[in-house]
């Protein structure tokens, strides 16, 4: 291999997770992700998707198999990760959970004091970070002062102040209605491109996977494993026309019908 060819951010190699209760939440599954991939992971309930995720964070553990950041065991490529020259990565959940009694920019600051970041250093991130967000208006405000939308926007700052190479987020506009949904799916397709970010994010929803991804990981349920990839090739940047579009339309169906397959598959496996 030459030395420039490029580095994955991520590989996972017949990772598998059985859960202490013994419910098999994933197969062992493999996936390779690229530098500068928007990645989605969609499939229905319960096929292992946050799974995943959490064991690409680090938050969990595989049964067996091996998860790499960057060519290193996960612990050990996030090690150091307040040195400037180290890799980091980002996880923003589904629910915001700010501290509701901490300003916006106090709730932002939390990982760099956490790592004991020199505050003067600190709050020129925060501000940096509200700015990327578009809340710089807002950072003395509490977290009940704000929409959802904005508290969303919030936690995606508290991720981008670390600086994150890797940004991982698990169904982070689940909860918001369409309109606010769409505007963040925009501003965070901005972000990536601007930060030159690797994503991985989480939705059960077709439209927002083929509106936000550069590929489509499918994935199916009981037990959880990886159906299909789908490659988007929709050039970026992508409108709201885009959406309207019969490109759009083409990877909806064929994801639809996807789902429609794996699903199927599950139930005569598996009966309810
Ligand atoms: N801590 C746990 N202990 C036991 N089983 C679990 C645990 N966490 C998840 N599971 C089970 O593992 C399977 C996969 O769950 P996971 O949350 O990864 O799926 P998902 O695709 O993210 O689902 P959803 O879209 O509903 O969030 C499910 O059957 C779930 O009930």
């Known amino acids: ?3 420039h060819a490029p580095v994955p951010a991520i590989e996972v190699l017949s990772a598998q997770k059985t859960y202490p209760n013994g419910t098999v939440a994933l197969q ?3 996936l390779t992700i690229q530098e500068g991939e928007f990645v989605t992971l969609l499939g229905p309930s319960g096929c292992g998707k946050s799974t995943l995720l959490k064991m690409v964070a680090g938050l969990l553990e595989p049964s067996d198999g091996r998860l790499l950041l960057w060519r290193k065991p996960v612990a050990a490529a ?3 990760a307040v040195q400037a020259e180290a890799k980091k990565m980002a996880f923003v959940f589904q629910s915001p959970t700010l501290m509701p009694w901490a300003s916006v920019q106090a709730n932002v600051r939390l990982p760099l004091d956490l790592a004991k970041v020199p505050r ?6 925060v501000a940096e970070a509200l700015e990327l967000v578009g809340l710089s208006k807002f950072a003395k405000a509490l977290p009940r002062a704000l929409s959802g939308g904005m508290q969303m926007r919030v936690s995606i700052a508290r991720g981008l102040v670390v600086q994150p190479n890797l940004l991982l987020m ?4 689940g909860a918001l209605d369409e309109i606010t949904r ?3 799916d925009a501003d965070l397709l901005e972000l990536w491109r601007k930060k030159k970010l690797t994503v991985v994010f989480v939705t059960h929803s077709i439209h927002e996977a083929v509106f936000l991804s550069s590929r489509v990981v499918m994935m199916a349920a009981r037990p ?5 990839e789908v490659r988007i090739d929709a050039p970026y940047p992508r409108s709201a026309e885009f959406m309207v579009s019969s490109e759009f339309q083409h990877y909806a169906k064929h994801l639809q019908r996807s789902l429609l397959a794996a699903s199927q598959h599950n139930e005569e496996e598996h009966p309810a």
């Open 120 to 125: 003067a250093e600190a709050d020129a991130r």
């Open 224 to 228: 959880g494993r990886i159906v299909e």
């Open 170 to 173: 698990d169904e982070p506009f």
């Open 28 to 30: 062992p599954v493999d």
């Open 182 to 184: 769409h505007k963040l």
């Open 78 to 80: 996030l090690e150091g």
């Open 1 to 3: 291999m030459s030395d």
